[in-house]
């Protein structure tokens, strides 16, 4: 209901406020020609429209700060103090979800409570808590996983393993690391489930990692690097009128920026960058871009490609503002937390960047989402 109301409360209380002024100044006309009576009945009728006005003010800002807020470390440990609360949330997640038996296909079981698992109505074969997800294989107790997702999702930055290591006191590095990427590896999955539409940017960007096959060849520089991975960055970044901009905003671009896709890519070449391009975006996007040859070919899968010549335009960063921003926060990001990335982890660092982003309103409601994304993926 808080995220359904917030985006009305900038329209819903000018309107307010001016029917409640506009009451009152009707409430006061000819109030001379009342009598005491009649004047008294006035009064109190003003007293109640202002307590109104002041209750609704007091509301909306409630529902303000709710919004805004996230499920800070106090609310985590109220929600989920052991493991018998984790386990339980996690099952009631899974019980709404479904379960769908992978030998027939049956989506009706039982609870095997003794077993700790599901049986099938059907054929009968059981399936555990964790099948089926990206807990599945994994030794690490609920509490561990949930303490994980809420961490990653507290901060707009990061945690590394070994971070998340020390917080629970865990003395296996790989179980750790391994149980950060299965959680990344969720979110880019469920990421892939959307495509880009209405109006793009796109850029390459390059992103320092280390590729162990290659360590001992020749230093190369610039697009070949052995040092540089090639990624292709797409943002929804729609034109907005500059008059109809707040004030507070009007040091931003000219453009609304909506969800963005990071792909690792073995090459820049036109056939690859049109066939990727061709899964991510819907077919009636429009695009804007450098003039890189590698985009010569996207006019066969966009309702419209325009070129813009960058190297002829002193600040580049105005013409695809939000691409040139998010390759910048991404490598702040990993360069900030990280001493080095390895070449084949580099898109699960880039699937959490993005799910982030693309959810950096959800606030409190992060977590979860995070954890049915967890569910449904394996």
Wanted: charged share 30%.
């Amino acid at each position: 209901m808080i995220f359904t109301t917030r985006p009305y409360l900038k329209y819903l209380l000018p309107s307010i406020i001016i029917f409640g002024t506009g009451l009152i100044v009707f409430l006061f006309q000819g109030f001379e020609g009342k009598t005491d009576e009649q004047q008294k009945v006035l009064v109190w009728m003003t007293v109640l429209v202002v307590f109104f006005l002041m209750t609704i003010r007091n509301v909306s800002q409630k529902i303000l700060y709710l919004s805004e807020k996230i499920l800070n470390l106090f609310d985590f440990v109220d929600r989920f103090p052991d493991e018998a609360s984790c386990r339980a949330h996690f099952k009631k997640e899974r019980d709404r979800l479904g379960i769908v038996c992978k030998k027939c296909g049956c989506s009706e079981y039982y609870w095997k409570k003794d077993r700790e698992s599901y049986q099938c109505k059907k054929c009968g074969k059981r399936i555990t808590l964790r099948s089926g997800t990206a807990l599945e294989n994994s030794n690490l107790p609920y509490l561990y996983w949930f303490k994980a997702i809420h961490l990653l999702t507290s901060t707009k930055k990061t945690f590394s393993a070994l971070e998340i290591q020390r917080q629970l006191n865990h003395k296996s590095y790989e179980a750790i690391w391994s149980m950060l990427h299965k959680i990344r590896d969720a979110m880019g999955k469920r990421d892939s489930r959307y495509k880009l539409t209405a109006y793009i940017e796109l850029d390459d960007g390059f992103f320092e990692t280390v590729d162990i096959e290659k360590k001992d060849e020749e230093r190369k520089r610039g697009r070949g690097s052995q040092k540089q991975s090639k990624v292709l960055v797409l943002i929804e970044s729609e034109p907005v009128d500059s008059m109809e901009k707040d004030i507070k905003y009007k040091h931003k671009p000219n453009r609304k920026v909506g969800h963005v896709k990071m792909i690792v890519m073995d090459t820049l070449q036109g056939e690859n960058i049109k066939s990727n391009i061709d899964k991510m975006v819907e077919d009636d996007t429009s695009a804007i871009s450098d003039a890189y040859k590698g985009y010569n070919k996207l006019k066969e899968v966009l309702k419209a490609h325009e070129v813009i010549n960058t190297s002829e335009i002193k600040k580049a960063h105005t013409v695809l503002p939000w691409v040139h921003s998010a390759i910048g926060n991404a490598k702040k990001v990993l360069q900030g937390l990280h001493h080095s990335i390895g070449k084949d982890y580099l898109q699960s660092y880039l699937n959490e960047f993005c799910y982030k982003y693309n959810r950096r309103y959800f606030k409190d409601k992060l977590f979860d989402r995070l954890l049915i994304a967890c569910i449904e993926f394996k």
